[in-house]
């Protein structure tokens, strides 16, 4: 039993030094990744429900790796975090989505939205507001049309610096949203405290509504919280038509979920046909 034992410790020892050694590479690899052109942005429509049409999409890198393939976001974004690495490759979403944003409207003839995920360590670059800027000014995207999302882990840091500059990115004219609303410890407190205009109901809340748990009083709550507040709602991660049809009668504004879209590279999307959504 004893010799079993230092086995597995042996076996696990070896895995973690695998593993280390992967992301070793994988830090390595993010570093020209940008420059070999591997990312793509797929996008995923925002619905407006009572209307039926998209408004939007959120921007969601994806990486193709020359020999490891697709590999995930909750995969590498960590990685990118940890080197520093997000923060170019960050700029490169930014310019990527409101060019797209830009084209699409003028496609489509009416405003086309885009959301891009902000982390931490992009907001704690100090040169986040002047990125903003220079992908608004590149695309001609007006500021209005894009958001930027956030999550609580944004606080754990310089609660003040952070704060700052969600102020002067909104100052530029771009909107900000609180992402996976409902997952913190104190999503309560950090709505008191971050600048916002846009919360996102995270997922797991949406998956329970109709299901006769307390998720549907809770999504009801927060909807209410939100329009006392001034701000949008977006129900994230709409899969069934149950849980659309609850949102509907909660008066939900808008949501996202593989129901009216899977996030697909531009080339798919279509923001000009405007398309009903199943009622
Ligand atoms: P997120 O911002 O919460 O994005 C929503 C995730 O849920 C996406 O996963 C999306 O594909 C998935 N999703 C959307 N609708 C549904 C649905 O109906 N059912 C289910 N099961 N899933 C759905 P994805 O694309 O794998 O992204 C994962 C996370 O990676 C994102 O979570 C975001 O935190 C991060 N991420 C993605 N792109 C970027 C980026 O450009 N920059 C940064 N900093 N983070 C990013
Ligand atoms: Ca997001
Ligand atoms: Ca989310
Ligand atoms: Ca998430």
Known sequence: AKSSGKNRVVVYAEGMERAAQTKAELITDLDS??????????????????????????????????????????????????????VEIGRWVLTEATRQAAQWSRQAGRPI???????????????VAAAVRAALDASGLPAGQLTLEVTEGVLIDDVE???DTLRALRLLGVRIAIDDFGTGY???????RLPADVVKIDRSFVQDLGTGGRSTTLVASIIELARSLHLEVVAE???????????????CSHAQGYLFGRPQPAAVQQPAAAVPVPQ
């Open 33 to 86: 990744a940008v420059a070999e052109g591997q990312f793509a942005v797929h996008y995923q429509p925002t619905v407006e429900l009572s209307e039926g049409v998209t408004t939007g999409y959120e921007a969601l890198l994806r990486w193709q790796h020359p020999t490891r393939g697709l590999v995930p976001p909750l995969e590498f974004i960590p990685l990118a975090e940890e080197s520093g690495a997000i």
């Open 113 to 127: 939205d885009v959301a891009v995920n902000l982390s931490p360590r992009q907001l704690l670059d100090d040169d």
């Open 161 to 163: 610096a952070v704060v």
């Open 186 to 192: 104190s999503s309560l407190s950090y709505l008191r």
């Open 237 to 251: 991660g709409v899969e069934t038509e149950e849980q659309h049809a609850v949102l509907g009668r909660l008066a």
